[in-house]
Every structure is written in structure tokens, then in C-alpha cells.
């Protein structure tokens, strides 16, 4: 089992539909990283949490320290939203290596 | 700032051969990160550098790998001999503290 599992794996939406990504991790961590990666391209860091929560334009990620859990929100989901969505965390002690969910892949119709 | 830069994008070697992949780090990041996805599993750590020196390279699947850094600012990974299932996304990641880092776009290495 994934120290760090994402759900759900494959997701497809319409255009303007809320869309829920979910993590959850079962270390205790120092950090935990939203990341998206469009088909064919590298790595984009979304957000940073450590706690609560935190928005960006339509996007929202919150994170539950004690549940070890963390969402990202998607408001108003359009096509260019399409992507690879991946959950990474920093373990609380140890290096500074993380640790990845195996992305949750989005795709939103027009 | 330039970004992390890593090439080649795409590389499709023979069985046996040897590859080398390389990563440019956003300049002043001493913190130099590889990981590597395989195809339909989550990305991996394979190690990390602080300026030139290995902090940890747990993650290096076997000693087919070696990666260096150069006076602390490129690094390369060389895969000799490639194995199939060596196949998969290498990406680099930068940055100048513990968090936070900068990732590279990969490169694709396809062993045939």
C-alpha cells in the first residue's frame, strides 16, 4: 500500500462542473504539495500547505493534519484544467525527498 | 529567472547502451533533486544533491545509475548498461532550501 494514495485515479468532467481531488497519506509530514502536469509537459507546483487552506484563483486545496488528508478544489472546470493532478509530501523527519500518489488523471469536456 | 531545464526531452536507446540525462538547476538552488516515474506507477525518489555532494541517494535502484554534479551545478544521471525497465520519465527538481522546489519537464527515456 502507497504511503500516499490518491482518488479517484481517472476522472472526467464537463466544462463548468466542481471538481474534488483527494489525498491521503498515512506519514506524519511536514508539508504536502498540490502538482499538475499537462500531457508531454513537466511539473508544475499548484500549492504548498502545511495547514488550512489555501486558493488560487479557481483552485482551493485544504489539507486536515489530523485526518491526514488534503483536497484540490477545481471551481468552474474548463478544458485547458486537463491534466495529471499528483499529491507529494514531505516526510516530518528524514530528508527532504517526497513522497508521490500516483496522480489522478482529469479530463474536462467542452 | 530561467527555469530548470533538463535534456534531452526524449531519448530511445537500444538495450545494452548507455544514456546520459542531464539537468540544468535554476542558478543558486543548492538543493538537486532526481526522481523517475515508470510507466503506470507514481514518481519515485532516486536522490538528492546539496551543492555538489549526495545527501542521499537511497532511492538509485542499482549501481547501473551514477549520478554526478559537477561543481555543484549541473548534474548528470548515466544509465550504463540500460535495461528495459529502465523505461520511464526522469525528472529534476531545484531549489534553494528544503521546500518548494522547482521541477524540471523530464526527460522520457524509452529502452528498447
Known amino acids: 500500500k502507497n504511503e500516499v494514495e490518491q482518488s479517484p485515479q481517472n476522472l472526467t468532467a464537463q466544462e463548468g462542473e466542481f471538481i474534488t481531488i483527494n489525498c491521503s497519506y498515512s506519514v506524519g509530514i511536514s508539508a504536502l504539495h498540490w502538482l499538475q502536469q499537462h500531457p508531454g509537459g513537466g511539473i508544475v507546483s499548484l500549492f504548498m500547505l502545511s495547514s488550512g487552506k489555501k486558493k488560487h484563483g479557481r483552485l482551493i486545496a485544504t489539507i486536515n493534519i489530523q485526518e491526514k488528508h488534503s483536497s484540490l478544489h477545481i471551481t468552474a472546470s474548463h478544458p485547458r484544467d486537463s491534466a495529471v493532478y499528483i499529491c507529494a509530501v514531505i516526510r516530518a523527519s528524514g530528508t527532504y525527498k517526497y513522497i508521490f500518489g500516483t496522480g489522478t488523471r482529469l479530463k474536462v469536456l467542452a | 529567472e530561467a527555469g530548470v531545464t533538463q535534456f534531452p526531452s526524449h531519448s530511445v536507446i537500444e538495450k545494452g547502451q548507455t544514456v546520459t540525462l542531464r539537468c540544468d538547476p535554476i542558478s543558486g538552488h543548492d538543493n538537486l533533486y532526481w526522481y523517475r516515474r515508470v510507466m503506470g506507477k507514481e514518481i519515485k525518489f532516486l536522490l538528492h544533491?546539496?551543492?555538489?555532494?549526495?545527501?542521499?541517494e537511497s532511492g538509485m535502484p542499482n549501481n547501473r545509475f551514477l549520478a554526478e554534479r559537477t561543481g555543484g551545478t549541473y548534474s548528470t544521471l548515466k544509465v550504463q548498461p540500460a535495461e528495459l525497465e529502465d523505461s520511464g520519465v526522469y525528472f529534476c527538481?531545484?531549489?534553494?532550501?528544503?521546500?518548494?522546489?522547482?521541477f524540471g519537464s523530464g526527460t522520457r527515456l524509452t529502452v528498447v
Open positions: 527538481a531545484s531549489g534553494r532550501g528544503p521546500y518548494g522546489y522547482t
Open positions: 544533491f546539496v551543492k555538489e555532494s549526495k545527501q542521499d
